[in-house]
């Protein structure tokens, strides 16, 4: 009869554990029994005879290798002879087992560097687990961040949230920003994924357009609260954004709002941005109307819905108006093509376009 050792420091370690680190002991029980096991068989020709049972509630491990009784022996390793089998149990006999107890003591190294390599792995798993849940919990979210390093060679930051960590990639990164380790920044969590490993992997971004949208969430309540809409967002980050809002209450300037007083509201914004510019236009349903605002802040005398279902128009402006309607290298134009999900053509009011000037679609 196998018999059972008491080894009191071991499931008091199991306690703490559990309540330390919140590993159950049927984990760590399951882990430990199946690594002695498997260290065990290596001294029986690898058969599964052995067996190690371990009891929590009355701290007892029993480690134990069972043979078959037989005549005559032909496997040392599962066998056991009538006279050998006799000194475990005065009641062996031949076709019958016999439980042979091994020292518990020979396999202290094997629990105590299983229970070590649980506890990292559990560790490891659970910071990854909790990583994922909190990035997730903030996905589509702006939240604060300190910066831990900065890459040299890549210029890519690796930021703190909270407990957790995420790079910042520099193609995330506003143009020509100066981003310092100890420094505080907003990031937008784009989208939170599992990695190999189940490694949570966080997209960030101060790029985004959402990245500005939030912003604004931020810092005019009206939006938060709904009263106000960001009805659409273009974006050339680190120079010019460009955002249509809207407001079902007629007697609210949605512009204004989101300007504030002195521009007290947008500063703020522009400030967090590095400067980038802001234009604010207020959204319409009428695409004349919304094309004319999109352009802002060139002045649009006219504008011609050429195909409908192409969403294709033509814009008119003063001829000294078409540099700033058209905007450096085309941004203007382009990002209120972005913003009202139209193709526009600028045209001067004379016909006649100057020689650094050009047509934009």
């Given at each position: 009869?196998?018999?059972?050792?008491?080894?009191?420091?071991?499931?008091?370690?199991?306690?703490?554990?559990?309540?330390?680190?919140?590993?159950?002991?049927?984990?760590?029980?399951?882990?430990?029994?199946?690594?002695?096991?498997?260290?065990?068989?290596?001294?029986?020709?690898?058969?599964?005879?052995?067996?190690?049972?371990?009891?929590?509630e009355s701290e007892t491990l029993k480690i134990y290798a069972r043979k078959e009784v037989v005549e005559e022996?032909?496997?040392?390793?599962?066998?056991?002879?009538?006279?050998?089998?006799?000194?475990?149990?005065?009641?062996?006999?031949?076709?019958?087992?016999?439980?042979?107890?091994?020292?518990?003591?020979?396999?202290?190294?094997?629990?105590?560097?299983?229970?070590?390599?649980?506890?990292?792995?559990?560790?490891?798993?659970?910071?990854?687990?909790?990583?994922?849940?909190?990035?997730?919990?903030?996905?589509?979210?702006?939240?604060?961040?300190?910066?831990?390093?900065?890459?040299?060679?890549?210029?890519?930051?690796?930021?703190?949230?909270?407990?957790?960590?995420?790079?910042?990639?520099?193609?995330?990164?506003?143009?020509?920003?100066?981003?310092?380790?100890?420094?505080?920044?907003?990031?937008?969590?784009?989208?939170?994924?599992?990695?190999?490993?189940?490694?949570?992997?966080?997209?960030?971004?101060?790029?985004?357009?959402?990245?500005?949208?939030?912003?604004?969430?931020?810092?005019?309540?009206?939006?938060?609260?709904?009263?106000?809409?960001?009805?659409?967002?273009?974006?050339?980050?680190?120079?010019?954004?460009?955002?249509?809002?809207?407001?079902?209450?007629?007697?609210?300037?949605?512009?204004?709002?989101?300007?504030?007083?002195?521009?007290?509201?947008?500063?703020?914004?522009?400030?967090?941005?590095?400067?980038?510019?802001?234009?604010?236009?207020?959204?319409?349903?009428?695409?004349?109307?919304?094309?004319?605002?999109?352009?802002?802040?060139?002045?649009?005398?006219?504008?011609?819905?050429?195909?409908?279902?192409?969403?294709?128009?033509?814009?008119?402006?003063?001829?000294?108006?078409?540099?700033?309607?058209?905007?450096?290298?085309?941004?203007?134009?382009?990002?209120?093509?972005?913003?009202?999900?139209?193709?526009?053509?600028?045209?001067?009011?004379?016909?006649?376009?100057?020689?650094?000037?050009?047509?934009?679609?």
């Amino acid at each position: 009869m196998a018999k059972a050792t008491k080894n009191h420091e071991f499931f008091e370690a199991l306690r703490l554990l559990e309540l330390e680190k919140g590993i159950s002991s049927e984990y760590m029980i399951e882990k430990v029994s199946t690594a002695i096991i498997a260290a065990a068989k290596r001294d029986f020709g690898g058969r599964d005879i052995v067996f190690c049972e371990i009891n929590s509630e009355s701290e007892t491990l029993k480690i134990y290798a069972r043979k078959e009784v037989v005549e005559e022996v032909e496997d040392i390793y599962s066998q056991i002879s009538l006279n050998d089998a006799l000194q475990y149990s005065k009641r062996a006999a031949v076709g019958g087992f016999v439980d042979i107890s091994l020292d518990s003591k020979k396999f202290g190294r094997i629990i105590a560097q299983t229970a070590k390599g649980i506890i990292h792995q559990s560790i490891s798993d659970a910071d990854k687990l909790k990583s994922f849940e909190e990035f997730s919990s903030h996905k589509n979210e702006l939240v604060s961040a300190l910066v831990e390093r900065v890459d040299p060679k890549t210029g890519n930051v690796t930021l703190s949230v909270g407990r957790s960590q995420a790079v910042l990639p520099k193609a995330e990164q506003l143009p020509d920003e100066v981003i310092q380790e100890g420094d505080h920044i907003k990031i937008f969590v784009v989208d939170v994924s599992l990695g190999e490993k189940g490694s949570p992997r966080a997209k960030i971004s101060r790029t985004h357009h959402d990245f500005v949208k939030r912003l604004f969430e931020i810092e005019v309540p009206e939006i938060f609260d709904g009263t106000i809409q960001v009805k659409s967002i273009s974006r050339q980050a680190g120079s010019r954004t460009k955002i249509a809002v809207w407001s079902e209450n007629e007697s609210i300037d949605a512009v204004g709002s989101c300007i504030g007083q002195r521009g007290a509201r947008v500063n703020k914004i522009v400030e967090e941005l590095g400067g980038e510019k802001i234009d604010i236009v207020k959204y319409s349903d009428d695409p004349v109307e919304f094309i004319k605002e999109a352009l802002s802040p060139a002045k649009v005398l006219s504008v011609e819905i050429q195909d409908e279902e192409a969403r294709v128009c033509k814009a008119t402006v003063p001829d000294s108006q078409l540099s700033l309607a058209i905007g450096n290298k085309g941004q203007n134009v382009r990002l209120a093509a972005k913003l009202t999900k139209w193709k526009i053509d600028i045209r001067p009011e004379s016909g006649f376009y100057g020689e650094d000037d050009d047509t934009v679609v």
